[in-house]
């Protein structure tokens, strides 16, 4: 498998930047230990060093911070005293990102409303002084009465805008503090203004364009493809049982599991501490305080497991995250592209297994329909025009269109890389053997055996049952369950009464959704919908059609050996890399800051691998820069030869 992400460039209207000069090479070797820079990454840099507006586009762990944190340091010194900003979202982020540069020996701060008044005064005075070359702000702060005055008396060389995606209202993360920066341009007319976000489609891209006035930006696409993610997406019957056996692949590692509500992150949590996991739950609705906790808990690997809704990821930054799963479907393809990326942001082996049903197509459907008549009802309310209802009669389109996309990627059976990139408009480079990273290329999507033949048995019960019910009870008479409501029914004498006797209950009413999905059974409108046949349904019925329906996967072991155990040439010592991690984990709470910031897993994983036995040695692995030679290096060095 490539572990490296392929990145593609799309040629600016003003041609290819100039190269960089050693200087910055040899920058990116001291501060970060990295020998190379990716592609993509030379010419988003060499852009921000010249000035030049840009758009950047890649996804998560495509490296998109060195993109903004490398220019202020040739400028630096070229001898331009002005500074250079990042505008992020997340006061969080921030923090652990200036945490980690400045053990780096990199010049950044942050301002927040998060600070102390004094706190705050000496990052002004630091700036300044000419001490600080990044300053990190909230978009808020950024804006805010006086503070764009303050800067300008700075001087602002140039301005980075992270997840500038939340900009764009055809976005799927649209933020109104955003909007404002739509003043940028005018605010700061000297200043350069440079973009990144991981999930943009082409449209996306036009309206961050657009928004914020970027003149004849270098327009930078990666792509889309994450090659060191597995991806796999199960037919959800026994939803429990099937997380057990994806956690069991691991053990110790931290794996995010997403829910739909919050009832079923806390359930789930707690079955999980009794199954032996670390695991901790997180959703919007628990106290600011037990948020922070759970997430500083999985910060500082205190936690494996954090089963939340989607409000956990964007405030986390663990790079080594192994797996994610997806107990339910998420709401858009690029919900889920974004979720997923929260694994194995270290270029790493990882995991993303989705579990799904139909029902969840029905349950999004009716969150999308009844916030739409809430939406139409305040509108109609407060006498809104007919405009306001088009655009809200659009949203709701857009909104289900998103959904069923997202179905079509769960349902299919091309290579799940190759559908997310062609999903985002880019080519994909087909590859003979496949992918070698999710389900169908390695071949482990299963059929049910006779799906045909069964299909045409749940379909029998429907109407034999009289086209009355939902899927739970046709599963029932055809399991031939013996249950007061069947009994009550008289269902038990029907002649598909226990034909499919034998088979497990949740897998029979995944198929029945599948036949919904298939369009051979529909529900009806209403408070209680029942399934009844379509005219395709009737037609498999009669046997003219061939129907597919999958089964869930059987239990896996490992696929083959990975990242963790094979680096490059080198074979890992675990029990060495497992020292390692305990080492930095001591570290870091030593020093208060998440692990991470001491080393990545990458780096640890080469050290295991490569077993440096000098400073020089251990120079020559990524991730290990000059500041962090001289602060660590004897203690790790110490870790590995007496190991
Ligand atoms: P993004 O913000 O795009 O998600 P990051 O900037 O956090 O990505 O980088 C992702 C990972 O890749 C980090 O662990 C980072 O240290 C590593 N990385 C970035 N650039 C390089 C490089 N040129 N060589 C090696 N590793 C790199
Ligand atoms: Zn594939």
């Not at 209680?528 to 395709?536: K, Q, R």
């Not at 996967?553 to 080198?570: I, S, Y």
């Not at 029990?575 to 910031?597: H, I, K, N």
């Amino acid at each position: 498998m490539r572990t490296e992400p392929h990145i593609a460039t799309q040629d600016a209207p003003r041609g290819p930047m100039p190269a960089l000069d050693d200087a910055v090479l040899e920058d990116v070797r001291r501060i970060w230990g990295f020998d190379a820079l990716r592609p993509l990454q030379s010419e988003a840099i060499a852009a921000g060093i010249a000035g030049r507006d840009s758009l950047v586009v890649m996804p998560t762990g495509g490296g998109k911070s060195l993109c903004y944190q490398v220019p202020p340091l040739a400028a630096a010194r070229a001898g331009d005293a002005r500074i250079d900003v990042c505008v992020s979202p997340l006061i969080a982020l921030m923090k652990d990102q200036v945490d980690g540069l400045r053990s780096n020996g990199y010049p950044a701060a942050a301002l927040h409303s998060g600070m102390a008044p004094d706190e705050r005064d000496a990052v002004r005075r630091a700036v300044r002084a000419g001490e600080v070359r990044l300053l990190f702000v909230s978009p808020e702060r950024l804006l805010a009465n006086g503070f764009d005055a303050w800067l300008g008396t700075v001087g602002v060389r140039a301005i980075a805008i992270d997840e500038a995606h939340c900009i764009s209202q055809w976005g799927h993360d649209f933020r109104p503090e955003y909007r404002q920066l739509a003043r940028l341009r005018a605010s700061f007319p000297r200043a350069s203004l440079h973009a990144c976000t991981a999930t943009a489609t082409p449209r996306v891209q036009q309206d961050i364009v657009s928004q914020l006035e970027l003149r004849d930006p270098l327009l930078l696409v990666g792509s889309f493809d994450r090659p060191n993610l597995v991806y796999r997406v199960e037919p959800r019957a026994d939803g429990r049982k099937q997380l057990l056996e994806v956690l069991g692949r691991h053990r110790g590692d931290a794996v995010i599991v997403y829910c739909l509500s919050r009832k079923e992150t806390e359930s789930l949590s707690e079955f999980l501490r009794k199954e032996g996991f670390h695991a901790g739950c997180y959703h919007a609705g628990l106290a600011a305080e037990e948020r922070h906790r759970v997430q500083e808990a999985f910060a500082e690997e205190r936690l494996d497991v954090v089963v939340a809704t989607v409000a956990f990821g964007m405030g986390i930054d663990r790079s080594n995250v192994r797996a994610v799963v997806h107990m339910t479907m998420p709401k858009s393809v690029e919900h889920y592209q974004q979720e997923t990326g929260r694994a194995g942001r270290d270029g790493l082996e990882s995991e993303c297994v989705l579990f799904h049903s139909y029902a969840d197509v029905v349950k999004w459907q009716s969150i999308i329909d009844s916030s739409a008549d809430e939406a139409r009802a305040r509108l109609g309310e407060n006498g809104a025009d007919d405009a306001a209802f088009e655009a809200l009669d659009d949203s709701v389109a857009q909104g289900r269109a998103h959904l069923e996309a997202m179905q079509r990627m769960a349902g299919t059976a091309v290579c799940r890389h190759r559908w997310i990139v062609e999903h985002f408009g880019q080519e994909w480079h087909a590859r003979p053997a496949g992918c070698g990273a999710c389900d169908v290329c390695l071949g482990e999507v299963r059929m049910m055996p006779d799906s045909t033949t069964v299909a045409r048995k749940l379909l029998s019960a429907v109407v034999r049952t009289g086209q009355r019910f939902g899927a739970a009870y046709v599963a029932d008479v055809v399991r031939g369950a013996e249950t007061e409501e069947v009994a009550r029914r008289g269902h038990a004498s029907l002649p598909t009464y226990g034909i499919l006797r034998g088979e497990d209950r949740n897998a029979l009413i995944n198929c029945v959704f599948q036949l919904v999905e298939h369009g051979l059974l529909a529900r009806t409108e209403g408070d209680h919908p029942v399934l009844v046949l379509t005219a395709e349904g009737h037609r498999a019925l009669r046997g003219e059609l061939e129907v597919a329906l999958r089964a869930p996967p059987r239990g896996r072991g490992r696929r083959h050996a990975t990242a963790r155990e094979v680096h490059g040439a080198h074979e890992v010592d675990t029990s060495l890399f497992e020292r390692l991690r305990a080492l930095r984990r001591e570290l870091a709470a030593q020093r208060g800051v998440p692990p991470y910031v001491i080393f990545s897993d990458a780096t640890l994983l080469e050290m295991a691998a490569r077993r440096p036995s000098t400073l020089a040695e251990l120079a020559g692995i990524k991730g290990v820069g000059e500041k962090k030679l001289a602060d660590l290096g004897e203690t790790f060095l110490a870790a590995i030869t007496t190991g």
